[in-house]
């Protein structure tokens, strides 16, 4: 007997289906890494049925490649796995697959469990491949940056949890293709929490600046986030370094403030004028 791809992925993602029947297809099947009409291979087909036995049936057997990627997102299914919750990952991880992949952005599958926001994957993968973590995409982020630039704390958190030990081997202080460092990125995202975490590694400079010269504690005093602003100087930050404008921390709040006046004072005159419109049209 026969099977094509499609039928058996028809048969993977149906409500129901059991491991034996997909066992059965799977044996007749030529090609167990083809994307079918669906754009995905049966594993990942598996993997998107959250399905453990239908899991371990397509990893079990010698016939299914653990990288062949998806034809829509191009994808490997160590990425599918964490784009469903993550239970897969342990399991693909013992079959061999391969972490340091990427997609055609450059992020590999930490990237993906710190956009989505999934700790527990980032504790698994941190565990079983630190390295993965050192990792930049195509704009200079690690999975670190991709956290803090989706606000993502919690797996911000993961990452820098001392008892993982990803801290021993990351370098806090490098900078993505904008110049911005972790706590750059922390402080612009008002995540104070995630600002204390960073120093309390003992690894950051606090004073490194972003690609306009604006350093932490430039941004943490523009914003008005007195709190941070008053973490940052008891750690030592440098209240007198000028960006590339010219403007100490302090400078830039003013510009800032002026700034806001002006727009208020814009957006005024702008109501004025249109009030003195309508009334030339009444007379």
């Not at 094509?4 to 997909?22: F, N, P, Q, R, W």
């Not at 469990?113 to 690690?142: H, Q, Y």
């Not at 958190?157 to 490098?174: C, Q, R």
Request: aromatic letters at 2%; charged letters at 25%; a negative charge.
């Amino acid at each position: 007997m026969s099977a094509t791809v499609d039928s058996l992925v028809k048969t993977i993602l149906k409500s129901g289906s059991s491991a034996g029947e997909v066992t059965r297809q799977l044996s007749w099947v030529k090609d167990a890494n083809a994307v079918g009409k669906r754009g995905v291979t049966p594993l990942i087909a598996a993997i998107e049925s959250e399905d453990d036995e239908i899991i371990s049936v397509l990893l079990d057997s010698k016939k299914v490649d653990v990288n062949a990627r998806d034809a829509v997102m191009v994808l490997p299914p160590i990425v599918h796995a964490v784009r469903h919750g993550g239970g897969a990952l342990l399991p693909l991880i013992k079959k061999g697959a391969d972490l340091k992949v990427t997609d055609e952005a450059g992020d590999n599958v930490a990237h993906w469990a710190c956009r989505l926001n999934e700790p527990s994957a980032v504790t698994l993968l941190g565990k079983s491949s630190p390295s993965i973590f050192t990792a930049t995409d195509d704009e200079g982020n690690t999975p670190l940056h991709v956290a803090l630039l989706e606000g993502q704390q919690e797996a911000a958190f993961a990452v820098l949890d001392p008892d993982l030990g990803l801290v021993e081997v990351l370098d806090l202080n490098s900078k993505n293709d904008l110049g911005e460092t972790p706590l750059v990125l922390a402080v612009k995202g008002r995540m104070g929490n995630v600002v204390q975490s960073l120093i309390d590694t003992g690894k950051i400079d606090i004073d490194v600046a972003d690609e306009d010269g604006n350093t932490a504690l430039h941004i943490a005093v523009k914003n008005n986030m007195t709190a941070v602003e008053r973490l940052l100087l008891a750690v030592g930050a440098d209240g007198s370094i000028c960006n590339k404008a010219g403007l100490t921390p302090q400078g830039l709040a003013k510009e800032a403030i002026e700034q806001i006046k002006a727009n208020q004072q814009l957006k005024e005159e702008q109501r004025h004028e249109k009030e003195e419109r309508k009334a030339q049209k009444l007379e």
